[in-house]
Structure formats: C-alpha cells, structure tokens
C-alpha cells in the first residue's frame, strides 16, 4: 500500500508554455500533498505543501502565480508550470502524507525539460 | 528549526566492503530520521526509519542505521557492498509525526568492482 503516482513521467516543452504535472495517491486518501524540486546532483527542496480544498502554502522564494497547486481531492494535486522557461527545467517530485503514518509517500518524478 | 549534515558528498567503496555513510542532525524535538535511496533519474526508495522505537533499526537491501541520541547522529550501515547500492543516499529528519521534512544534500555512493 501507499503508492503515489506522477504523470508525465517526463515532459519536453517550448519556453512559454505551460505545463501540467499529476500526482496521485492509488491506494489512499492524502489530505496534504508536497512538490519538491530537485537539480541535477543537489537535494531536494520542498516548493509548497498543499491541503485538499484549501490554498497551498509555498516555501520562500517560489513563485506563486508561476507553480499553480491545485488539491482538489483527496487523491489528487496537480503542479502547473505557468509560461515555462529553460531554468524551469528540473526534476518535480510529489509525495503524500497519510494520515498517522509518520512518513511521506513519494512519487517516481517528473523530468522537465523546457527548450 | 531541524537540519541535517551529511559530511561526505561522496563516497567510494569496493564491492563486498562496508559502507558507512554518515549524517547528523539538529532538531528542537525528538525527532523521526529517514534514509532513502535514488538511483539515476529514479524517485525516492525508502530505506528504513527511525520514529522513536528502537535505536537501532533495519531497512531493506541489509542496510541500518542507529540512532544516537547524544551524537545527534543517524549513521546508515551495510555490511557488504553491491555494485546495486551505487546511488544518492538523502538522510531527511522531521518531527515525530510532523509533515516538514528536511532534506540533507545526499552523499553518492559509488561502488567501484
């Protein structure tokens, strides 16, 4: 149990383009879902933490109106990257957090690429 | 506010030798420690977790790790290494039953035959 899923498993895109990434819970119900970013060789670092139905909480220095969250279930959050740019370019990862569990669930990743 | 040290960025080790892959850790709280494991454009394989039960705890592959309360540290063990182990290990602690994980940089494991 506790698989996460992504889709797209990775993506190529113009600059301007916007991009959509999916992050799914399969076999339970995740009330907060993270995004991190990971470049090439350097660690993880959280982006924002979302809450079904409410707005997501963004950590320092990312963007709002340009990595839109969107937590609309349970099982559910989705990562926009708004008119995307060659430095956007990185490795998206979601996990969820079920509930008592004590540890994050993390998803296989999404590799962006904007040209 | 939590962090977590892990002081070699890289290490290197030959086939059927130990690994010893270090990390320390800051945290007002008890807290819970986690080791996972990426592989080259892989996501994150949980190794094994500390959430205050025993110190010494034991993860997949033959990996552990113990928990040492007065060394603020969460070294990860194996006994033998596996060409397979050559990967990124990340040492991540957070508060018991808290959401904020805090990530180290990771070390790389290389695993030379």
């Known amino acids: 149990g506790a698989v996460v899923s992504q889709h797209p498993s990775w993506v190529i895109c113009k600059s301007g383009t916007s991009v959509k990434i999916e992050c799914r819970s399969l076999?339970?119900?995740?009330?907060?879902m993270f995004w991190y970013r990971q470049f090439p060789k350097q660690s993880l670092m959280l982006m924002a933490t979302?809450?079904?139905?409410?707005?997501?909480?963004?950590e320092q220095g990312v963007e709002k109106d340009k990595f839109l969250i969107n937590h609309a279930s349970l099982t559910l959050s989705t990562l926009t990257v708004t008119s995307a740019h060659p430095e956007d370019s990185s490795f998206y990862i979601c996990?969820?957090?079920?509930?008592?569990?004590?540890?994050?669930?993390f998803g296989p990743g999404t590799r962006l690429t904007v040209l | 506010a939590q962090s977590v040290t892990q002081l070699d960025s890289h290490v290197s080790v030959s086939e059927g030798t130990p690994v010893l892959l270090r990390c320390n850790y800051s945290?007002?709280?008890?807290?819970?420690l986690f080791w996972y494991v990426q592989h080259p454009n892989k996501g994150l394989q949980l190794l094994l977790k500390?959430?205050?039960?025993?110190?010494l705890v034991k993860g997949i592959n033959g990996f552990e790790a113990e928990f040492k309360k007065s060394e603020t540290s969460f070294h990860l063990t194996k006994p033998s290494a596996h060409m397979s182990d050559a990967a990124e290990y990340f040492c991540?602690?957070?508060?018991?039953?808290?959401?904020?994980?805090?990530f180290g940089p990771g070390t790389r494991l290389s695993v030379l035959p």
């Open positions: 996990s969820a957090d079920r509930t008592a569990a004590a540890e994050q669930f």
């Open positions: 076999d339970f119900q995740a009330t907060t």
């Open positions: 979302s809450n079904e139905g409410s707005k997501a909480t963004y």
């Open positions: 945290s007002s709280y008890s807290p819970s």
């Open positions: 500390y959430t205050s039960a025993a110190t």
């Open positions: 991540v602690v957070t508060e018991p039953y808290g959401q904020n994980f805090v």
